[in-house]
Protein backbone atom coordinates (compact mmCIF):
# COMPACT_ATOMS: atom_id res chain seq x y z
CA UNK A 1 0.00 0.00 0.00
CA UNK A 2 1.11 3.49 -0.79
CA UNK A 3 2.66 5.58 1.97
CA UNK A 4 -0.22 8.12 2.95
CA UNK A 5 0.80 11.57 4.65
CA UNK A 6 -0.74 14.61 5.76
CA UNK A 7 0.25 16.33 2.35
CA UNK A 8 -1.96 13.88 0.40
CA UNK A 9 -4.71 16.14 2.21
CA UNK A 10 -6.44 17.98 -0.97
CA UNK A 11 -5.83 22.11 -0.44
CA UNK A 12 -9.06 23.70 1.01
CA UNK A 13 -10.68 26.76 1.69
CA UNK A 14 -12.93 28.24 3.96
CA UNK A 15 -14.37 30.66 1.89
CA UNK A 16 -15.82 28.87 -1.50
CA UNK A 17 -15.84 31.51 -3.75
CA UNK A 18 -11.92 31.59 -3.16
CA UNK A 19 -12.25 27.44 -3.51
CA UNK A 20 -13.89 28.25 -6.44
CA UNK A 21 -10.91 29.77 -8.25
CA UNK A 22 -8.03 27.48 -6.48
CA UNK A 23 -9.65 24.19 -5.93
CA UNK A 24 -13.06 24.13 -8.28
CA UNK A 25 -12.90 20.31 -7.88
CA UNK A 26 -13.55 20.46 -4.66
CA UNK A 27 -17.09 21.87 -5.37
CA UNK A 28 -17.10 20.18 -8.66
CA UNK A 29 -16.21 16.49 -7.49
CA UNK A 30 -15.71 16.99 -3.46
CA UNK A 31 -19.16 18.46 -2.93
CA UNK A 32 -21.11 16.66 -0.38
CA UNK A 33 -25.03 17.44 -0.31
CA UNK A 34 -26.55 16.28 2.70
CA UNK A 35 -30.79 15.90 2.60
CA UNK A 36 -30.22 16.52 -1.46
CA UNK A 37 -30.83 20.22 -1.08
CA UNK A 38 -29.11 21.09 -4.35
CA UNK A 39 -32.47 19.41 -6.67
CA UNK A 40 -34.79 21.70 -5.05
CA UNK A 41 -32.54 24.36 -5.05
CA UNK A 42 -31.36 23.82 -8.97
CA UNK A 43 -35.44 22.89 -10.05
CA UNK A 44 -36.53 26.21 -11.29
CA UNK A 45 -40.04 24.95 -10.34
CA UNK A 46 -39.30 24.35 -7.26
CA UNK A 47 -40.12 27.20 -4.25
CA UNK A 48 -36.56 26.39 -2.43
CA UNK A 49 -34.88 29.70 -2.66
CA UNK A 50 -33.20 30.53 0.64
CA UNK A 51 -30.37 28.75 2.18
CA UNK A 52 -30.75 29.81 6.10
CA UNK A 53 -27.62 28.40 8.31
CA UNK A 54 -24.86 29.53 10.80
CA UNK A 55 -21.84 31.33 9.52
CA UNK A 56 -19.33 28.51 8.18
CA UNK A 57 -21.72 25.96 7.51
CA UNK A 58 -21.82 26.09 3.67
CA UNK A 59 -24.19 28.52 2.43
CA UNK A 60 -21.42 30.47 -0.15
CA UNK A 61 -20.69 26.68 -1.39
CA UNK A 62 -24.08 25.99 -2.59
CA UNK A 63 -24.40 29.17 -4.13
CA UNK A 64 -21.06 28.64 -5.90
CA UNK A 65 -21.94 24.99 -7.20
CA UNK A 66 -24.61 26.44 -8.89
CA UNK A 67 -22.50 29.33 -9.92
CA UNK A 68 -20.02 26.82 -11.87
CA UNK A 69 -22.92 24.23 -12.97
CA UNK A 70 -24.50 27.30 -15.03
CA UNK A 71 -21.33 29.22 -15.63
CA UNK A 72 -23.08 31.23 -18.55
CA UNK A 73 -26.58 31.47 -17.05
CA UNK A 74 -26.03 32.26 -13.33
CA UNK A 75 -24.24 34.90 -11.31
CA UNK A 76 -23.68 35.62 -7.61
CA UNK A 77 -24.36 39.11 -6.61
CA UNK A 78 -22.34 40.42 -3.91
CA UNK A 79 -24.90 42.15 -0.78
CA UNK A 80 -22.26 42.40 1.17
CA UNK A 81 -21.50 45.96 0.66
CA UNK A 82 -25.23 46.94 0.32
CA UNK A 83 -26.11 50.33 1.88
CA UNK A 84 -29.51 49.89 3.46
CA UNK A 85 -30.21 53.23 4.73
CA UNK A 86 -30.68 54.62 1.36
CA UNK A 87 -33.61 52.72 0.92
CA UNK A 88 -35.22 55.35 3.02
CA UNK A 89 -34.41 58.20 0.77
CA UNK A 90 -35.93 56.67 -1.93
CA UNK A 91 -38.40 59.39 -3.50
CA UNK A 92 -42.21 58.04 -2.58
CA UNK A 93 -41.31 55.70 -0.19
CA UNK A 94 -42.20 58.26 2.63
CA UNK A 95 -45.10 58.89 1.11
CA UNK A 96 -46.10 55.22 0.52
CA UNK A 97 -49.56 53.47 1.27
CA UNK A 98 -47.61 50.30 2.39
CA UNK A 99 -46.40 50.07 5.70
CA UNK A 100 -43.44 48.37 7.13
CA UNK A 101 -41.16 46.47 4.20
CA UNK A 102 -44.08 46.85 1.91
CA UNK A 103 -42.43 50.18 0.70
CA UNK A 104 -39.49 48.42 -0.24
CA UNK A 105 -40.90 45.50 -2.54
CA UNK A 106 -41.48 46.87 -5.73
CA UNK A 107 -38.12 48.90 -5.19
CA UNK A 108 -36.94 45.11 -4.62
CA UNK A 109 -38.00 43.86 -7.39
CA UNK A 110 -36.89 46.45 -9.88
CA UNK A 111 -33.45 46.20 -8.97
CA UNK A 112 -33.57 41.92 -8.85
CA UNK A 113 -35.13 42.66 -12.69
CA UNK A 114 -32.07 44.90 -13.24
CA UNK A 115 -29.78 42.34 -12.13
CA UNK A 116 -31.30 39.56 -13.88
CA UNK A 117 -30.74 41.56 -17.32
CA UNK A 118 -27.08 42.23 -16.97
CA UNK A 119 -26.86 38.18 -17.01
CA UNK A 120 -29.60 37.31 -19.76
CA UNK A 121 -27.90 36.88 -23.04
CA UNK A 122 -29.30 37.06 -26.61
CA UNK A 123 -28.59 33.51 -27.40
CA UNK A 124 -30.66 32.14 -24.25
CA UNK A 125 -33.84 34.29 -25.38
CA UNK A 126 -36.39 32.54 -27.15
CA UNK A 127 -38.65 34.95 -26.79
CA UNK A 128 -39.31 38.21 -26.23
CA UNK A 129 -36.37 39.53 -27.28
CA UNK A 130 -37.66 42.74 -28.27
CA UNK A 131 -39.39 42.80 -24.79
CA UNK A 132 -36.32 42.24 -23.08
CA UNK A 133 -34.64 45.34 -25.40
CA UNK A 134 -37.89 47.51 -23.43
CA UNK A 135 -37.12 46.88 -19.88
CA UNK A 136 -33.48 46.94 -20.88
CA UNK A 137 -34.03 50.71 -22.58
CA UNK A 138 -35.76 51.56 -19.55
CA UNK A 139 -33.55 50.67 -16.63
CA UNK A 140 -31.35 52.78 -18.70
CA UNK A 141 -33.23 55.50 -18.42
CA UNK A 142 -33.16 54.93 -14.72
CA UNK A 143 -29.27 54.95 -14.84
CA UNK A 144 -29.54 50.82 -14.02
CA UNK A 145 -27.29 50.15 -16.63
CA UNK A 146 -25.56 47.05 -17.80
CA UNK A 147 -22.07 47.94 -16.58
CA UNK A 148 -23.51 48.44 -13.09
CA UNK A 149 -23.18 46.59 -9.81
CA UNK A 150 -26.34 46.17 -7.19
CA UNK A 151 -24.83 48.46 -4.79
CA UNK A 152 -24.71 51.37 -7.46
CA UNK A 153 -28.03 50.32 -8.58
CA UNK A 154 -29.05 51.37 -5.03
CA UNK A 155 -27.38 54.60 -4.62
CA UNK A 156 -28.18 55.70 -8.57
CA UNK A 157 -32.59 54.62 -7.74
CA UNK A 158 -32.19 56.84 -3.95
CA UNK A 159 -31.29 59.97 -5.86
CA UNK A 160 -33.51 62.88 -6.02
CA UNK A 161 -34.06 62.26 -9.56
CA UNK A 162 -36.03 59.57 -9.47
CA UNK A 163 -39.41 60.44 -9.80
CA UNK A 164 -38.49 62.55 -12.66
CA UNK A 165 -36.96 59.80 -14.28
CA UNK A 166 -39.85 57.59 -13.59
CA UNK A 167 -42.28 60.78 -15.49
CA UNK A 168 -40.05 60.89 -19.12
CA UNK A 169 -40.59 57.25 -18.78
CA UNK A 170 -44.48 57.38 -18.28
CA UNK A 171 -44.58 60.18 -20.78
CA UNK A 172 -42.52 57.86 -23.36
CA UNK A 173 -44.74 55.16 -22.17
CA UNK A 174 -47.94 56.86 -23.34
CA UNK A 175 -46.73 58.11 -26.44
CA UNK A 176 -45.87 54.79 -27.43
CA UNK A 177 -49.10 52.55 -26.17
CA UNK A 178 -51.77 55.76 -26.34
CA UNK A 179 -52.40 55.42 -22.37
CA UNK A 180 -52.59 58.37 -20.54
CA UNK A 181 -51.26 58.42 -16.80
CA UNK A 182 -49.61 54.60 -17.11
CA UNK A 183 -46.74 55.06 -14.44
CA UNK A 184 -47.20 57.25 -12.00
CA UNK A 185 -44.60 55.96 -9.30
CA UNK A 186 -42.27 52.84 -8.38
CA UNK A 187 -45.77 50.44 -8.24
CA UNK A 188 -46.52 51.26 -11.79
CA UNK A 189 -43.35 51.11 -13.10
CA UNK A 190 -42.66 47.94 -11.38
CA UNK A 191 -46.05 46.35 -12.64
CA UNK A 192 -45.11 47.13 -16.39
CA UNK A 193 -41.59 45.55 -15.98
CA UNK A 194 -43.16 42.46 -14.74
CA UNK A 195 -46.14 42.59 -17.28
CA UNK A 196 -43.46 42.97 -20.03
CA UNK A 197 -40.98 39.62 -18.37
CA UNK A 198 -44.04 38.13 -18.41
CA UNK A 199 -43.69 37.53 -22.51
CA UNK A 200 -40.03 35.80 -22.01
CA UNK A 201 -38.98 32.50 -22.64
CA UNK A 202 -35.40 31.68 -21.80
CA UNK A 203 -34.04 28.36 -23.16
CA UNK A 204 -32.14 27.57 -20.25
CA UNK A 205 -32.78 27.56 -16.82
CA UNK A 206 -30.89 30.84 -14.81
CA UNK A 207 -30.20 31.71 -11.72
CA UNK A 208 -29.33 35.22 -9.69
CA UNK A 209 -27.79 34.01 -6.52
CA UNK A 210 -27.65 36.45 -3.91
CA UNK A 211 -24.58 36.07 -1.25
CA UNK A 212 -23.16 38.40 1.36
CA UNK A 213 -26.04 39.85 3.86
CA UNK A 214 -23.81 37.87 6.39
CA UNK A 215 -21.49 40.80 6.17
CA UNK A 216 -24.08 42.94 8.08
CA UNK A 217 -23.26 44.24 11.22
CA UNK A 218 -25.33 45.76 13.06
CA UNK A 219 -29.52 45.22 12.22
CA UNK A 220 -31.20 48.08 13.27
CA UNK A 221 -35.47 48.36 12.69
CA UNK A 222 -34.45 49.79 8.54
CA UNK A 223 -32.80 47.02 7.91
CA UNK A 224 -35.13 44.94 8.99
CA UNK A 225 -37.85 46.07 7.09
CA UNK A 226 -35.65 46.33 3.87
CA UNK A 227 -34.61 42.76 4.45
CA UNK A 228 -37.74 41.65 5.30
CA UNK A 229 -39.37 42.78 1.63
CA UNK A 230 -36.27 41.24 0.18
CA UNK A 231 -37.53 37.88 1.17
CA UNK A 232 -41.26 38.59 -0.10
CA UNK A 233 -39.71 39.92 -3.80
CA UNK A 234 -38.04 36.91 -3.81
CA UNK A 235 -41.20 34.98 -3.06
CA UNK A 236 -43.24 37.28 -5.85
CA UNK A 237 -40.98 37.19 -8.26
CA UNK A 238 -40.26 33.37 -8.53
CA UNK A 239 -44.27 32.58 -8.07
CA UNK A 240 -44.27 35.11 -10.98
CA UNK A 241 -41.37 33.14 -12.92
CA UNK A 242 -42.69 29.98 -12.17
CA UNK A 243 -47.07 30.97 -13.74
CA UNK A 244 -45.54 32.61 -16.64
CA UNK A 245 -42.95 29.36 -17.46
CA UNK A 246 -40.10 31.99 -17.29
CA UNK A 247 -36.67 29.65 -16.81
CA UNK A 248 -35.17 32.23 -14.10
CA UNK A 249 -34.70 31.72 -10.03
CA UNK A 250 -33.79 34.38 -7.18
CA UNK A 251 -31.63 32.17 -4.76
CA UNK A 252 -30.85 33.94 -1.20
CA UNK A 253 -28.06 32.53 1.38
CA UNK A 254 -28.53 34.45 4.85
CA UNK A 255 -27.78 33.96 8.11
CA UNK A 256 -29.83 32.29 10.24
CA UNK A 257 -29.30 35.10 13.40
CA UNK A 258 -30.10 37.66 10.32
CA UNK A 259 -33.25 36.01 9.42
CA UNK A 260 -33.94 36.02 13.46
CA UNK A 261 -33.83 39.76 13.09
CA UNK A 262 -36.73 40.05 10.62
CA UNK A 263 -39.75 41.66 12.32
CA UNK A 264 -42.32 41.17 9.45
CA UNK A 265 -45.42 39.17 10.83
CA UNK A 266 -45.63 36.65 7.48
CA UNK A 267 -42.26 36.09 7.49
CA UNK A 268 -42.56 32.95 9.17
CA UNK A 269 -44.99 31.41 6.34
CA UNK A 270 -42.24 32.76 3.58
CA UNK A 271 -39.43 30.77 5.05
CA UNK A 272 -40.84 27.66 6.27
CA UNK A 273 -42.72 27.30 2.47
CA UNK A 274 -39.29 28.15 0.50
CA UNK A 275 -35.92 27.67 3.19
CA UNK A 276 -33.69 24.89 4.05
CA UNK A 277 -31.30 25.18 6.87
CA UNK A 278 -27.77 23.60 7.06
CA UNK A 279 -28.14 22.04 10.30
CA UNK A 280 -24.85 19.62 10.22
CA UNK A 281 -25.22 18.38 13.49
CA UNK A 282 -26.42 14.93 14.33
CA UNK A 283 -26.12 12.14 16.73
CA UNK A 284 -23.28 9.69 17.39
CA UNK A 285 -20.64 9.86 15.21
CA UNK A 286 -22.29 12.96 13.02
CA UNK A 287 -22.08 10.62 9.83
CA UNK A 288 -22.76 13.90 7.16
CA UNK A 289 -19.87 15.37 8.56
CA UNK A 290 -18.23 12.14 7.95
CA UNK A 291 -19.40 11.68 4.59
CA UNK A 292 -18.57 15.90 3.90
CA UNK A 293 -15.18 15.02 4.87
CA UNK A 294 -14.55 12.19 3.22
CA UNK A 295 -16.01 13.54 -0.10
CA UNK A 296 -13.69 16.01 0.22
CA UNK A 297 -10.34 13.92 0.97
CA UNK A 298 -11.72 11.60 -2.37
CA UNK A 299 -10.41 14.32 -5.02
CA UNK A 300 -6.60 12.91 -4.26
CA UNK A 301 -6.59 9.69 -5.95
CA UNK A 302 -4.01 8.07 -3.48
CA UNK A 303 -7.00 8.79 -0.70
CA UNK A 304 -9.70 7.77 -2.28
CA UNK A 305 -7.56 4.04 -3.02
CA UNK A 306 -7.11 3.88 0.35
CA UNK A 307 -10.76 4.11 1.28
CA UNK A 308 -11.92 2.13 -1.31
CA UNK A 309 -15.54 1.97 -1.02
CA UNK A 310 -16.15 3.04 2.92
CA UNK A 311 -17.28 6.76 2.45
CA UNK A 312 -18.74 6.43 6.13
CA UNK A 313 -16.10 5.33 7.81
CA UNK A 314 -13.22 7.15 9.72
CA UNK A 315 -10.40 4.97 8.35
CA UNK A 316 -8.65 8.14 6.81
CA UNK A 317 -9.31 9.92 9.98
CA UNK A 318 -7.99 7.34 12.21
CA UNK A 319 -5.02 6.62 10.13
CA UNK A 320 -3.92 10.46 10.30
CA UNK A 321 -4.93 10.64 14.28
CA UNK A 322 -5.34 8.49 17.46
CA UNK A 323 -8.25 6.12 17.44
CA UNK A 324 -9.27 7.10 21.07
CA UNK A 325 -8.68 10.05 23.46
CA UNK A 326 -8.87 10.26 27.20
CA UNK A 327 -11.18 12.37 28.12
CA UNK A 328 -13.58 13.18 30.85
CA UNK A 329 -15.91 14.25 27.76
CA UNK A 330 -17.02 10.46 28.33
CA UNK A 331 -18.56 8.67 31.16
CA UNK A 332 -16.17 6.12 30.41
CA UNK A 333 -13.10 8.68 29.87
CA UNK A 334 -12.24 7.85 26.85
CA UNK A 335 -13.67 9.25 23.21
CA UNK A 336 -12.99 8.95 19.69
CA UNK A 337 -10.67 11.48 18.41
CA UNK A 338 -13.68 12.58 15.88
CA UNK A 339 -15.79 13.32 18.22
CA UNK A 340 -13.25 14.82 20.38
CA UNK A 341 -12.09 17.15 17.91
CA UNK A 342 -16.21 17.56 16.60
CA UNK A 343 -16.80 18.51 20.55
CA UNK A 344 -14.09 21.53 19.97
CA UNK A 345 -16.65 22.61 17.50
CA UNK A 346 -19.43 23.95 16.70
CA UNK A 347 -19.86 20.79 13.77
CA UNK A 348 -19.57 23.07 10.67
CA UNK A 349 -17.84 22.06 7.57
CA UNK A 350 -15.80 25.08 8.06
CA UNK A 351 -14.04 23.98 11.11
CA UNK A 352 -13.02 20.39 9.47
CA UNK A 353 -11.37 22.03 6.30
CA UNK A 354 -9.50 24.41 8.94
CA UNK A 355 -8.35 22.02 11.11
CA UNK A 356 -7.19 19.61 8.43
CA UNK A 357 -5.34 22.30 6.50
CA UNK A 358 -3.77 23.41 9.71
CA UNK A 359 -2.35 19.74 10.95
CA UNK A 360 -1.26 19.41 7.05
CA UNK A 361 0.45 22.68 7.06
CA UNK A 362 2.11 21.74 10.14
CA UNK A 363 3.02 17.81 9.53
CA UNK A 364 2.98 17.53 6.00
CA UNK A 365 5.76 14.40 6.05
CA UNK A 366 3.92 13.01 8.91
CA UNK A 367 1.91 9.67 7.78
CA UNK A 368 0.06 10.64 11.55
CA UNK A 369 0.53 12.65 14.68
CA UNK A 370 0.41 10.73 18.56
CA UNK A 371 -1.81 12.04 21.35
CA UNK A 372 0.24 14.82 22.94
CA UNK A 373 0.31 16.39 19.24
CA UNK A 374 -3.11 15.99 18.49
CA UNK A 375 -3.87 17.56 21.54
CA UNK A 376 -1.40 20.66 20.94
CA UNK A 377 -2.95 20.74 17.23
CA UNK A 378 -6.29 21.63 19.24
CA UNK A 379 -5.25 24.07 21.07
CA UNK A 380 -3.70 25.66 18.17
CA UNK A 381 -7.06 25.10 16.26
CA UNK A 382 -8.63 27.05 19.31
CA UNK A 383 -6.45 30.06 19.04
CA UNK A 384 -5.80 31.26 16.23
CA UNK A 385 -9.05 30.22 14.21
CA UNK A 386 -12.30 29.24 16.82
CA UNK A 387 -11.73 32.20 19.26
CA UNK A 388 -11.09 34.55 16.30
CA UNK A 389 -14.60 33.10 14.79
CA UNK A 390 -16.42 33.52 17.76
CA UNK A 391 -15.29 37.57 17.97
CA UNK A 392 -16.08 37.89 14.30
CA UNK A 393 -19.67 36.75 14.95
CA UNK A 394 -20.04 39.33 18.01
CA UNK A 395 -18.70 42.14 16.06
CA UNK A 396 -21.27 44.72 15.19
CA UNK A 397 -23.89 43.03 17.32
CA UNK A 398 -21.98 43.40 20.61
CA UNK A 399 -20.00 47.00 22.35
CA UNK A 400 -16.46 46.56 20.51
CA UNK A 401 -15.30 47.21 24.19
CA UNK A 402 -16.70 44.40 25.38
CA UNK A 403 -15.30 42.01 22.91
CA UNK A 404 -11.76 43.73 23.30
CA UNK A 405 -11.56 42.46 26.77
CA UNK A 406 -12.87 39.19 26.43
CA UNK A 407 -9.16 38.13 26.95
CA UNK A 408 -9.20 39.11 30.13
CA UNK A 409 -12.39 38.17 31.34
CA UNK A 410 -13.08 34.82 30.32
CA UNK A 411 -10.02 32.73 31.84
CA UNK A 412 -11.23 34.35 35.21
CA UNK A 413 -14.38 32.61 35.14
CA UNK A 414 -12.78 29.13 33.94
CA UNK A 415 -14.00 25.79 32.85
CA UNK A 416 -16.22 24.82 35.43
CA UNK A 417 -19.19 27.09 35.34
CA UNK A 418 -20.20 30.48 36.44
CA UNK A 419 -23.89 31.74 37.05
CA UNK A 420 -25.10 35.09 35.28
CA UNK A 421 -23.41 37.80 37.91
CA UNK A 422 -20.22 36.17 37.96
CA UNK A 423 -20.05 36.51 33.94
CA UNK A 424 -21.45 40.63 34.93
CA UNK A 425 -18.49 40.95 37.77
CA UNK A 426 -15.92 39.30 35.37
CA UNK A 427 -15.88 42.73 32.94
CA UNK A 428 -17.53 45.60 35.77
CA UNK A 429 -14.21 44.71 37.37
CA UNK A 430 -12.39 45.24 34.52
CA UNK A 431 -14.17 48.50 33.70
CA UNK A 432 -17.01 49.90 36.07
CA UNK A 433 -18.37 51.59 32.81
CA UNK A 434 -19.53 48.65 30.87
CA UNK A 435 -23.34 48.52 31.57
CA UNK A 436 -25.02 45.36 32.28
CA UNK A 437 -27.22 46.02 29.43
CA UNK A 438 -24.46 46.02 26.89
CA UNK A 439 -22.55 42.47 28.98
CA UNK A 440 -26.10 40.81 28.99
CA UNK A 441 -26.33 41.19 25.32
CA UNK A 442 -22.68 39.60 24.85
CA UNK A 443 -24.07 37.01 26.74
CA UNK A 444 -27.22 36.35 25.10
CA UNK A 445 -25.13 36.40 22.03
CA UNK A 446 -22.85 34.09 22.48
CA UNK A 447 -25.33 31.28 24.08
CA UNK A 448 -27.31 31.66 20.62
CA UNK A 449 -24.03 31.20 18.59
CA UNK A 450 -23.02 28.31 20.49
CA UNK A 451 -19.89 29.88 22.33
CA UNK A 452 -21.79 29.59 25.83
CA UNK A 453 -24.11 26.42 27.43
CA UNK A 454 -26.32 25.90 30.32
CA UNK A 455 -27.53 23.42 32.55
CA UNK A 456 -31.09 23.78 34.59
CA UNK A 457 -30.28 21.62 37.69
CA UNK A 458 -26.62 20.10 38.64
CA UNK A 459 -28.34 16.63 38.07
CA UNK A 460 -28.51 17.65 34.00
CA UNK A 461 -26.24 17.71 30.94
CA UNK A 462 -24.79 21.18 29.66
CA UNK A 463 -27.24 22.24 26.44
CA UNK A 464 -25.90 24.04 23.61
CA UNK A 465 -28.10 26.46 21.12
CA UNK A 466 -25.68 24.51 18.31
CA UNK A 467 -27.00 21.29 19.10
CA UNK A 468 -30.52 22.01 20.73
CA UNK A 469 -31.85 24.99 18.24
CA UNK A 470 -34.58 25.62 20.05
CA UNK A 471 -32.99 25.68 23.46
CA UNK A 472 -33.40 29.47 25.02
CA UNK A 473 -31.21 30.76 28.22
CA UNK A 474 -31.99 30.93 31.34
CA UNK A 475 -30.32 33.51 33.43
CA UNK A 476 -30.62 31.36 36.67
CA UNK A 477 -28.62 28.42 35.34
CA UNK A 478 -25.36 27.32 34.97
CA UNK A 479 -23.62 28.24 32.49
CA UNK A 480 -19.94 27.10 30.88
CA UNK A 481 -17.47 28.09 27.90
CA UNK A 482 -17.40 25.75 24.82
CA UNK A 483 -14.74 23.78 24.80
CA UNK A 484 -13.55 25.02 21.90
CA UNK A 485 -12.58 28.68 23.83
CA UNK A 486 -10.31 26.62 26.36
CA UNK A 487 -6.92 26.52 24.45
CA UNK A 488 -7.31 30.28 23.44
CA UNK A 489 -7.95 31.09 27.16
CA UNK A 490 -4.99 29.20 28.45
CA UNK A 491 -8.04 26.79 30.51
CA UNK A 492 -6.94 23.36 31.25
CA UNK A 493 -9.45 20.40 30.00
CA UNK A 494 -7.61 17.94 32.13
CA UNK A 495 -7.55 14.72 30.99
Known sequence: MKKITFSDIPKGFEDASIEAEYAPENLTHGFYDFNNYMERLNDINSPTSIIIGRKGVGKTAYLTKINLKYKETSKIVDMGQIPYYRFSKIQGIKNSKNFGGLRYLDIWKILIIAQSMKLIKEPYITEGNSEIKKIKKILEKMGLGQNSNLVKDIQTISNNKLSLKIKGISAEFSKSTQKNGAIEGISDLCFYLMDLFSKVSLSENTYILLDGVDDIMRTNVNQSEVLGALLRAIKDLNIHFKKMNI????????????????????????????????????????????????????????????????????????????????????????????????????????????FLKQVSDNYPNNESIYYSDFRTELSTFSQSFFFDEMKNELSGFVDEELISNIERAFPILG?????????????????SKFSEDAIKTLLYRMFNEGYI????????????KHKSPRAKLSLDSQMVFHRGLYGAMNISEGK
Do not use: C
Open 247 to 354: NLKVILAIREDIINTINDPDINKVISSMSINLDWYTSGENLNLVKLMNKRMSTSQKLREFMGEENESLILWNHFFPDVISSNVSKNHEISSWNFFLEHTLYRPRDIIH
Open 453 to 464: GQRLNANSPYIF
Open 415 to 431: KNGFKYQAFVNAFTEIN
